[in-house]
């Protein structure tokens, strides 16, 4: 029995070993297979072998018109002697600072990648070097796979074993892209400063290294404020590996860009200059400026020519009106959505493309930041009808006052008057600040945050009252796009431009469709779309009244530096914006509704027919199944799912106002922001700590506790489903004993505040010393004029 049993467990060791050995050999295998694979990719000698020439790739329209050609030129190599040594010491800075050490990889920055994605849930990080790079600049696609990471990684050892350091660097330096069409250093030097590499200074050397990690966000002819952070960030970390002195980095950031103003000779555009740059950067950063400007793509947009030139019509038009009758109105932009899919169907990012002394290449739509004013509005009452208000409910327009450190914020409304109490939909029919700063002031700051992000802004929000009112910054593509719920009964279709590529070979390489998502109640989005027609029919939009269904809001900022209309019908949204790039005033009465309305409304005397023209060829069941969808009603069981979302994807966070990133404890002046979740930022500020801090998000901190973080609203909770006064949460520091809690407390009256208290104050008290309910203030008390 005994030897049985001996001979099975050989056998069985025998078996595992035979096992163990053919799993080992063939993974050898596998691996010096792809490795010989990969090998046979690099090139004999010094030279690249180029294995297909370049093509040129077009841009079509939605109805198959040529929209533009696009085309690889500004290609130049220059020797390794022609560029200046503070180039390549601000590129190495950077993009690789261990690259005259490491072997083509770079273990630790690796790690950090690996250990930041794995924390962030997303592939924001890759750890390549400079040699990586360098690999998959040449050989392999921009497509962020495992393959491709392994291809790559392999590729770099193989390019390190073959080429100097010198080498390495100076082929990385003539292939990299630096935006604008660009490709090497010699072609960024003349494209963006119009000199020689070895003409450049320190700043302008810094600036172009900092490009290639996102061309299209850090150049200078998209967003110079971006490029000059950005350039900032390298030349720190040029003094901090001791490349510069601080000193000469400190000089070197006090000058700002001189540009020899952009070229488009690369591109030839018939139509919707602004949009085909828009789809060419998406494209860039989805394949590569080598595919795109030499793959000989086919791109077929969401554009309407038709509606494209209505768009450019009616923004001129009404500028040139406003221009004559002695209003400084120098810019504006205007863009169109189907919000059924998310289709951006016109796009005018300036009033002239091609004014380079106004800067007519900037677009507007997708790169300004600007006030909403009074736009903003609509997302605090989507919360209001959310959490049970309806549009018949009433609040106090009356004086309000907050202190704030050694100020007081006293809102008031854009007429200088107060009208007692008002319903919530005279309200935002007559734009009255005063109303929406209490109601955002009941339901919390980050309860109104959590609305707008959930609904299609993008952008930051600051956690103040001043929210309501539109103070924190947004784009008009932001503002179009999350009005678009409205219009589908709370539905939000992502915005898109392209909507299919096709690569040399007739392969299929893009075929997108809507990303829809449910982002508020059916109920909600279409009482406040009931509410917004009013503005239309009876407010300050009525000069957008003409057209059938219409609803919109206005808004205008202070001192009339911004003027807006975003409107809407089922079918199609639209957001016109005008003002000044150096956000001076434009004089008074330019107001929303006396500039922008006109616009938007001569737009859609166009426009709509298109739509309806499109609408009567889907035929009666593609109507019919979109009709049905329309008239979908939220269960209970979603609109819970609905509020558990909106608590857990909101992400507030300490930021630097001077690098735009992480705040760190060094930091001067920090501000308290609201981001969508994954759209947080994940890097430290790099000029008020040390750059070798380690990335990623900052955990999220209890609310400030002191009077200017309370008269921002940074720790008011929802007002419970009742209707009574919120109280706002407490916290608690020990035991049961200690507990204090934030109280909002009536200035006449020393008793909790309600709504109807015109000066409040906020203390933080021991629960048990809490007062009740002020009754000096409340709907008796102001009908004999008590405010």
Known sequence: ???????????????????????????????GATFYSISKLLPSGDEIVVTEPPETTRIYASDGSLLARIYQENRESADIAEIPKVLQDATVAIEDSRFYTHAGLDAKAIVRALYENIR?????????????????????SQRKTVSRKLQELLLAREIERRLSKEEILQRYLNTVFYGSGAHGVKAAARVYFGKLPAQLTLAEAALLAGLPQRPSRFSPYEDEDAAVNRRDVVL?????????????????????????????????????????????????????????YGGGLRVYTTLNTEMQEAAERALARQVKVAQGRGKKVGQGCFVAIDPQTGHIKAMVGSLDYYDK??????????????????????????????????????????????????????????????????????????????????????????????????????????????LAIGTSVVSPLELASAYGCFATNGVHAEPMVIARVL?????????????????????????????????VTRGTGTRAGAI????????????????????????????????????????????GGTVCAPAWASFMETALPIVAKARRQQGNVAVARA????????????????????????????????????????????????????????ERCPIHGSYSQPLGGQPLESPDTGPAAVAAGAHLAPEPASGQPARPGGAESGGAAERREEVTICVQSQKRANEYCP?????????????????????????????
């Open 1 to 31: 029995m005994r030897r049985i049993r001996s001979r099975k467990l050989r056998m069985a060791w025998n078996i595992f070993k035979v096992a163990f050995l053919l799993a080992i050999a063939g993974v050898l295998g596998l691996a």
């Open 120 to 140: 962030g849930g997303r592939w924001a990080q890759g750890g390549s070097t400079i040699t990586q790079q360098l690999a998959r600049n040449i050989f392999l």
């Open 236 to 292: 720190n970390r040029m003094a901090e590996l001791g490349y510069i002195t601080r000193a000469a980095a400190e000089d070197a950031k006090k000058t700002r860009p001189k540009l020899v103003g952009i070229r488009a000779s690369r591109t030839r555009v018939r139509k919707g200059p602004h949009f085909v740059a828009y789809v060419v950067s998406q494209l860039v950063n989805r394949w590569g400026p080598e595919q795109v």
């Open 357 to 466: 002394d106004n800067k007519g290449e900037f677009n507007r739509v997708v790169q300004a930041r600007r006030q909403p004013g009074s736009a903003f509005k609509p997302f605090v009452y989507t919360a209001a009808f959310d959490s049970g208000y309806r549009p018949d409910d009433t609040l106090v327009d009356s004086p309000l006052s907050f202190p704030d450190g050694k100020n007081t914020w006293r809102p008031g409304n854009y007429d200088g008057r107060f009208r007692g109490r008002v319903t919530l939909r005279r309200a935002v029919e007559m734009s009255i600040n005063i109303p929406a700063i209490r109601m955002i002031h009941t339901l919390g700051v980050d309860t109104v945050i959590a609305y707008a992000h959930r609904m299609g802004i993008k952008s930051p929000l600051g956690r103040d009252l001043s």
């Open 503 to 535: 690569g040399r070979d007739d392969r299929v390489m893009e075929d997108n469709r809507p990303v829809l998502r449910r982002a508020i109640p059916t109920e909600t989005a279409e009482t406040m779309a009931d509410v917004l027609r009013g503005v």
């Open 548 to 591: 059938e269904g219409a609803c919109g809001k206005t808004g205008t900022t202070q001192n009339d530096r911004d003027a807006w209309f975003v409107g809407f019908t089922r079918d199609l949204v639209a957001a016109v914006w005008v003002g000044n790039d150096d956000d001076t005033p434009m004089g008074g009465s330019v107001f």
């Open 627 to 682: 009709e049905s969808e329309r008239e979908h009603r939220t269960s209970r069981e979603e609109r819970q799912r609905i509020r558990e979302e909106l608590r857990e994807n909101t992400v507030i966070a300490d930021i630097c106002p001077e690098s735009g990133v992480l705040a760190v404890p060094g930091c001067p002046v920090k501000k308290r922001m609201g981001f969508p979740r994954g759209g947080e930022p994940r």
């Open 759 to 787: 000066e409040v104050v906020i203390r933080r008290l021991p629960a048990a010393q809490v007062p009740g309910i002020c009754a000096a203030h409340g709907p008796a008390a102001s009908g004999n004029g008590v405010q």
